[in-house]
């Protein structure tokens, strides 16, 4: 046998003589692989197995515990830390009573920005105390504000 022929014997599938030399010869990559059905003899359903081409996920591996995050910024540098929490899908409770008003509202602005960039979501919960969470947590209800004078 030529090597041309081997090569066309290994890479090409050869089929019956009945079918036309244009359509007998698929490559092998194109072709689905060949299924066997068993032959059910039994009327009852039967629980087929799992397919191991389909991939089985741990329900653990995505429910990993949720975590709420204090935060009581002293420095506006501080609001890239809260940020990462927010990056890394936790939330965050921001209190900023023990800053300046103006860094204040460089990091409610900051924090804004992070979250809206992550879909996610930010409310006040108190007097100058704010929860920020991300797109992962979902945030119901709103806190009226209540003026004392």
Known sequence: MSLKKRFEKLFWLEEEETVTESTSRQPIANQPPARKEPKNTNTKKQVSEPNPSTP?????????????????????AEAQDIAEHLKNKRSVVVNLQRIDRDQGFRIIDFLSGTVYALGGDIQRVGTDIFLCAPDNVEVAGSITEYLSE
């Open 56 to 76: 089985v996920i741990s329900l653990q591996s995505i429910q990993k515990s949720s975590k709420v995050i204090l935060v009581e910024p002293r420095a506006y």
